[in-house]
């Protein structure tokens, strides 16, 4: 009931290419959806979150597309960039005070020049 | 802009030995966590803190681990006896708007239990 689905497990896109990492999710009262990005050695960082209130947000280069119905959501990434090439984490909670992630496997992204 | 800080950024210790792991939060955030993330393997979330207590725990945070927010500033997790499978990277996080639910991570503290 609480977890997160994330594939595939590895990507790899050339420069220029778009990138495709798909979650999924069980639990319905999940309302807060973010991605994580995280590079060797780092903690993860915020890359962009979505609620289900919209099926689609976008910042730059980045966008989520969100499924209410068929709890999913994926992050595609346009113009993948050898500095995007990192471990990304889908993550889902309820949206109240204090509450916890719960994250997707991860996906390791390598973009090859 | 403002981080969440941890220290050691690296420690080993032996099996049965306590371990204190450090974190200084984001200074007007309320909430705070901590996360665990085996070498290859997913963040798992361990416990979560506020106003002075846990508000939740994950049933990998056994009576060996404990938190503590000592002095206003400090967060703290405490493995009384570590043992081998305590070997991951732990992470502090915080986030301090309600409903915002934009949680900040430190660069964690990777422990090794020999």
């Known amino acids: 009931q609480q977890q997160v689905k994330q594939s595939p497990q590895s990507l790899i896109v050339q420069k220029g290419g778009i990138s495709i990492i798909n979650c999924a999710y069980e639990n319905t009262a999940f309302d807060y959806f973010p991605w994580y990005q995280q590079f060797p050695g780092k903690g993860p960082a915020l890359l962009i979150a979505?609620?289900?209130?919209?099926s689609e947000k976008k910042e730059g280069r980045f966008t989520i597309s969100f499924n209410k119905s068929a709890k999913q959501f994926s992050l595609h990434i346009m113009d993948s960039q050898p500095g995007d090439s990192a471990t990304y984490f889908c993550a889902a909670s309820k949206e109240t005070s204090g509450s916890r992630l719960t994250f997707g496997e991860g996906t390791q992204l390598t973009v090859n020049p | 802009e403002p981080e969440v800080t941890q220290t050691p950024s690296h420690q080993v210790t032996q099996m049965g030995q306590e371990v204190i792991l450090r974190c200084v939060p984001i200074s007007n955030h309320l909430y705070f966590y901590w996360y665990r993330q085996i070498l290859g393997q997913k963040v798992e979330f361990l416990v979560s803190f506020y106003n002075n207590e846990i508000s939740e725990k994950s049933e990998i945070f056994d009576d060996q681990f404990s938190v503590e927010r000592p002095d206003g500033s400090n967060f703290t997790l405490k493995i009384r006896s570590t043992k081998l499978e305590d070997s991951a990277m732990y992470f502090c996080?915080?986030?301090?708007?309600?409903?915002?639910?934009?949680?900040?991570f430190g660069e964690g503290s990777w422990l090794t239990v020999v």
């Open positions: 979505i609620r289900p209130d919209v």
């Open positions: 996080a915080s986030n301090g708007e309600p409903l915002a639910n934009t949680i900040y």
